[in-house]
Every structure is written in C-alpha cells, then in structure tokens.
C-alpha cells in the first residue's frame, strides 16, 4: 500500500500537469503510455507461448498517435487503413509469420494506441483540457469507489471467473460516483445535470468493462500484474485499462448527447 501511495503522489500531480500543459507535452505523454502497455501487451502474450510481431505493432502504434496528432482527419480516414494494408502486404511478401501472429498484433494496436488516441483527439476539442481533466477523475474516483466500497462492503461477486476480488456493490458505486462527477462538471461547465449525469452513468459502466477486459486477459495467461514497472500499481494496462474505454466512449457520447 506505501509503495501505492507513493508511486500516486508523483504519478497525479505529474499527469494532470501534462494535460494542463497539453499540445506536444501531452502527446509524448500518450506516446509513453502506449508504447509501454503495448509492449506489456506483447509480454504477456509471450508469456502464454503467442508469437506476435512485437517491434511492428509498437512502431504503428508510435506512427499513428504521431500523425493523428498532426493531422486527426487524415489520420483516421487516410493513415490508419494505409497503415494496416501496409503490414499485411509486407507480411504477404515476406511469409515469415501466421495468420495468427499477425492477428495478435492488430489486436494489440487496436486495443491500445487506437482507443488511447482518443485522449488525443478530446484534447484538441473546444473545453479539451476541462474533458481529459473530467475522463480522468472519472477514471481515479470510479477505481478508487469500486476498490473501497468492494472491500468494506462487498457481499456479491460481480464476475468470479474473470475477477474474483470485483464485486456488484464495488461496481455500482464507481457508476454512482462517476454520475456524481459529471454532474458537477455539468453544472459547472454546460449549467445542464440530466445529460451530463447520463454521461457519468455510461462512463462509470464502460470503465468497468475496461477493467474487466484487462482482466480477462491477465486471468488467460495466468499473471497477477500486466508488469512491475509502476511501482504498487502494476503496470501500464493495470493503471490505464478502464481509460482505453472511457476515452472513445467520452467523444463519441459528446455528440451523441450534443454537449459539443
């Protein structure tokens, strides 16, 4: 728990500074975070015996969050198929890896670089710092909910096969809390609550998805911690797993409620 701590009072200072500063700082900040969950993903999939294309995937990873900063559009509508159909006739010329080596490795890029790219995209948005502040609270004080109120007070297990610590009561009380945040930016930010709380309700569902996914995963290959490398918190994907898919849900739940 001390080593949680610790790693937590540098680690959030340190990115809501980043998103404050946002431009080419926070995009670095992205770059990091998923070159090294990519590189954890990859790992792990090694570990359980999978062969992937490992150095590939960090590479498209890297090339499509560098030319999604410079240029959205182009990145999703041009890039990104450019992109895949790039490594697939590579792989065709060379016949050095199965279908299924390059599979695992799309699976990687989509499941990372492709969904935290949306950090990206919100930033640049009009009220872009406000939302990533807002995604990341969400993000902090939905976990930190579920964790306590799933320890103290959970009775029912909410996916024993997949997560046997997470509990129903844990995962509503990060859905309830996750309201109760985007309430207040609501109030705060568009003097709307029914939207906004809306909003909430469906980050604090799609971030417990993420979780479990990430689990799922560990669960499939057999490990507690997708790695060491933050110190009491585990690794990349242990830390950002529910933002990956609070973040797309976030842009596209903006337009969908017209909040933008």
Known sequence: MLKRILTALWGIPLILWYIYLGDQVFFIL???IACFGLYEFYNLLEKKGHKTLKLEGIIAGFLYLLFLYLETRWAMRIFLPLLILSILIYELIKK???IIEISLTFLGFFYIPLLLGYLIILRNLPLGKQLTYLIILI???SDSAAFFVGKFFGKHKLAPSISPNKTIEGS???IISSAIVALIF???YYERYFLPAILGVTLGIMG?????VESMLKREIGTKDSSSLLPGHGGILDR???LMFIAPTTYYMLYILKLL
């Open 208 to 212: 417990q998805l993420g979780d479990l």
């Open 172 to 174: 509503l009380a990060a």
């Open 30 to 32: 992205v770059e990091i």
């Open 96 to 98: 050095e890896h199965s």
């Open 139 to 141: 993000t902090w004080i």
């Open 186 to 188: 609501g109030g705060i």
């Open 240 to 242: 950002f797993d529910s």
